[in-house]
């Protein structure tokens, strides 16, 4: 049974209580005079000529016959490949977070997971959970010391902070399930690249030149992903220097020929356990073979004439999406305007409570139990917005998870995909950390995850995204850790619209939040929706940081009035890959622009 919800708009509750008494903003300017529509794109007006609220003005991509957006330009490529090959959206994802797990090792992956979600073109949706698993020797206290203190820093890298991998038994199942070319036709394109190498970009370049330290200490003896086979190399690589990756190659030839096996069990199961064993991790072969990836009823829920397709825990991000798009339906967002001060204000309203929530209910689903339909109901929703007031923030420190009866308080990179026929994929997959914990498996050439630093180590103690979580999040051996990664499909009036989702850890939910209300809301093609600036707040720390140029400075100074504290960011929120269907069948495919993202599609 999925976690199916009735039409929000049909559940007046809420919506009827919002309106009478909290719609009528104190100052927006009504932001009708400030936007123009013109054929559905989306035209920025503001008095302050300062403010450019897209981060470039990279134009989508368009295709009628398939579409990949994904991290790397050579991953789209392979996925465009196979779609041409007559192979579909599964076939082509699978090959695709192959093709990452090679041209993009910062992220993309055979050493870690993730969560797919798949809409066929009939209309049926689908989620798997192949998100790491605590080894079976962890335990609850594991990175505490004697006194209860943190170990710094053992949870984010090293052996111990790896949980283990299910991204191979993920594709192994999606591909069984739905594939129609072999299993070795979307293998091949990896193996490849493998050995016979890739040139790197110039991010390719930079973000393996500055892990030169690590990759020195963690791995020492090693040579992998170092520029020359000295072990103690610290030449950087450049732009365009061919990355050979020959024992990954001969890993990714051995789950070509045995699948599953090829990786849970053998030789790089023995690699595996070895490296764990050389380097104090808690991974061991019986860990591996018993990884297995789960089918999980999707979240469906209805908003306005749009369905909302999206990942249920262990991730976080299907229930946390759904709340902030209800908390904040009732409100006239298009009327006031693109992030205007209301607009803003309810949205970080809406996140702040909703990040409370995910601390206190959300986990792995077969440890603890989830109220997932309580947390997305009309009811339950209301209470949560009582305190809610246009005169001042709400203070971060007095809001605390809700209150759901009957609950016992127990306490990455992102690719989309459309085919021919209109079937979809969403995937996030992730190591966690940049490269995640650094260690790379020897002889077997690839980097593992540093997942378990997204398990709660301690109540109240902020993981490396400042996310704080309690009992239902920690560690057990097996168990899932919470995830915030949301690959998310929508349907408008029935039919297949968008495929959406973001890596950016804390910040993934609230990005794809805002993606999905920009085009929906705000007018904006699905490429200005991922060009456009964003924002985030998580409850704690009690602020919200915005890339710059996401506010202006009317909705700058109306917010600090009422108490909310700005932080304007060096870097930047979110790298979209998506796809919109337009009214006329054809595919956008957008990619962000903030680095080496790209749509390819025909
Ligand atoms: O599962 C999660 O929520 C995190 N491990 C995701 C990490 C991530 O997005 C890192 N990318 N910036």
Not at 49 to 73: E, L, Q, W, Y
Not at 149 to 169: E, F, T, Y
Not at 369 to 396: C, G, H, I, N
Not at 491 to 520: A, C, H, R, W
């Amino acid at each position: 049974m999925s976690i199916r919800l009735v039409p929000y708009y049909c559940l007046l509750g809420f919506a009827l209580a919002v309106a009478s008494c909290k719609t009528q903003s104190p100052t927006t300017t009504t932001a009708d005079t400030k936007v123009k529509q013109s054929q559905g794109v989306y035209q920025y007006r503001d008095e302050d000529p300062t403010i450019k609220p897209f981060f470039s003005d990279r134009v989508g991509v368009t295709g009628r016959n398939g579409m990949v957006a994904s991290a790397h330009p050579e991953a789209s490529q392979v996925g465009l490949a196979i779609l041409k090959a007559g192979g579909n959206a599964v076939d082509a994802a699978v090959a695709v977070q192959f093709a990452l797990a090679v041209v993009y090792p910062g992220a993309g992956n055979i050493g870690g997971g993730g969560f797919m979600v798949y809409r066929d073109n009939a209309g049926k949706a689908y989620s798997l959970d192949y998100r790491e698993k605590a080894p079976g020797r962890a335990t609850q206290n594991m990175y505490l010391d004697s006194l209860g203190n943190v170990r710094p820093g053992l949870s984010i890298s090293g052996h111990l902070a790896s949980g283990v991998p299910g991204s191979v038994d993920g594709m192994v199942e999606a591909h069984k399930r739905f594939g129609k070319l072999t299993w070795a036709q979307v293998l091949q394109p990896a193996i490849d690249l493998a050995s016979k190498g890739f040139p790197l970009t110039e991010r390719d370049a930079l973000g393996l030149s500055r892990i030169k330290t690590d990759l020195n200490t963690i791995n020492p003896g090693k040579v992998y992903f170092l520029k020359s086979a000295v072990p103690t190399d610290t030449v950087s690589w450049h732009k365009g220097d061919l990355l050979i990756q020959t024992d990954l190659a001969k890993t990714l030839q051995r789950i070509q020929a045995q699948g599953r096996a090829g990786f849970y069990e053998g030789e790089t199961a023995r690699l595996l356990a070895e490296e764990m064993v050389r380097g104090k991790g808690l991974i061991t072969e019986e860990d591996l073979k018993n990884y297995h990836s789960i089918w999980r009823d999707p979240i469906l829920a209805a908003y306005k004439n749009y369905n909302v397709i999206t990942m249920p825990p262990t991730s976080s991000g299907g229930i946390a999406l759904v709340q902030m798009m209800r908390f904040t339906e009732p409100y006239p967002l298009r009327k006031w305007g693109w992030n205007r001060d209301s607009t803003v204000q309810v949205m970080i309203e809406a996140e702040r409570r909703v990040y409370a929530d995910r601390a206190k209910f959300l986990g792995d689903p077969d440890f603890v139990k989830v109220p997932a339909t309580q947390l997305m109901s009309p009811e339950y929703l209301r209470t949560r917005w009582t305190d809610f007031s246009w005169a001042k923030a709400t203070d971060s420190r007095a809001v605390r998870g809700g209150t759901i009866p009957g609950y016992e308080s127990l306490e990455t990179t992102h690719f989309s995909v459309v085919d021919k026929e209109g079937n979809a994929v969403s995937i996030t997959t992730t190591l966690n950390g940049g490269y995640g914990s650094r260690v790379v498996i020897g002889g077997a050439g690839f980097f593992m995850n540093n997942e378990m630093d997204d398990f709660s180590i301690k109540p109240g103690s902020p993981n490396m995204y400042g996310l704080i979580g309690n009992q239902a999040n920690a560690i057990a051996p097996h168990k899932r850790m919470l995830s915030s990664m949301t690959p998310t499909i929508l349907e408008k009036d029935g039919k297949l619209f968008m495929v959406v989702g973001t890596p950016g850890g804390s910040t993934i939910m609230t990005s794809v939040y805002q993606t999905i209300l920009n085009v929906i809301e705000h007018g904006m093609t699905m490429q200005q929706s991922v060009n456009a600036l964003k924002f985030h707040h998580q409850w704690l720390p009690d602020k919200t940081i915005f890339e710059n140029g996401a506010f202006s400075s009317t909705t700058i100074e109306t917010l600090k009035s009422r108490g909310y504290i700005l932080e304007q960011l060096s870097n930047t929120l979110g790298r979209m890959d998506c796809v919109l269907v337009r009214p006329d069948g054809s595919y956008e495919g957008a990619s962000d622009p903030r680095a080496d993202n790209t749509a390819r599609g025909y």
